[in-house]
């Protein structure tokens, strides 16, 4: 052999056993903290859940209002152009009706 010198004829030493009761303490926690990281998430996704119910419901009601608004305000502005008494009357008659839903609404 050129170049090369045994060093050992005895073989290697075999690792330790794993020890069993460590690797299923260690499954068991890894469990543990996967359960809990699940109930973080869940958490946190109920109140992102309650916080969208709101801002729907809060836009729905700014929404609501604010078309109400545009409508008479459009409905006035296209009576203005050639304004004649039936045409005041209906659109004042919508504007009443729109102040009376949001009335209605607001009590509610």
């Given amino acids: 052999m050129s170049g090369f010198k045994v060093v ?3 073989p290697a030493p075999q690792p330790p ?10 499954v068991a926690q890894a469990q543990e903290a996967h359960q809990q990281a699940a109930r973080y998430l869940v958490t946190a996704l109920q109140v992102v859940g309650q916080r969208f119910t709101t801002a729907v419901a809060l836009a729905w009601h700014t929404g609501f209002t604010a078309g109400l608004a545009l409508s008479a305000w459009w409905l006035w502005s296209k009576v203005l152009i050639e304004p004649d008494v039936p045409k005041l009357v209906g659109a004042t008659l919508y504007s009443t009706f729109c102040l009376a839903v949001e009335f209605l609404r607001r009590k509610a």
């Fill in 17 to 26: 056993a794993p020890d069993i009761d460590a690797a299923r303490l260690a």
């Fill in 8 to 10: 050992s004829e005895r």
